[in-house]
């Protein structure tokens, strides 16, 4: 009986093996496109931030405020609030280079 939960136990072992592999390998490929774009022969240059490395050679690396015209407030009454579409604040789009894993504010908007 401990021969065959050892053997079972191997088993299980490998799997997870093979299930932490294939994570590392979704990662990559998810990292890939977000980075170099579909594209995987596209030219690349350094963008000027380590943290960031290199990225398509027609790409550009700018704050999230200089896109677009980022507005301080919703109009919306307090019942649109909590239900709806996920929003970013202008706090989190104006204060950083990059926006929260998780967003919590829900609005209930067109």
Known sequence: MDC??????????????????LKEYKLSIITEAVTKGLDTKAEMKDSGNEYIGTIPHDWE???????????????????SFGYGTPFV??????????????????????
């Open 4 to 21: 065959k939960c050892a053997a079972i136990d191997n088993i299980i072992s490998k799997q997870e093996q093979i299930i932490e592999k």
């Open 61 to 79: 690396i700018c704050r999230l405020r200089n896109i677009g015209r980022p507005q301080n407030g919703i109009s919306k009454g307090g019942d």
């Open 89 to 110: 604040s202008y706090g989190d789009v104006y204060k950083n280079f990059s926006l929260p894993e998780t967003v919590t504010g829900l609005i209930d908007a067109t």
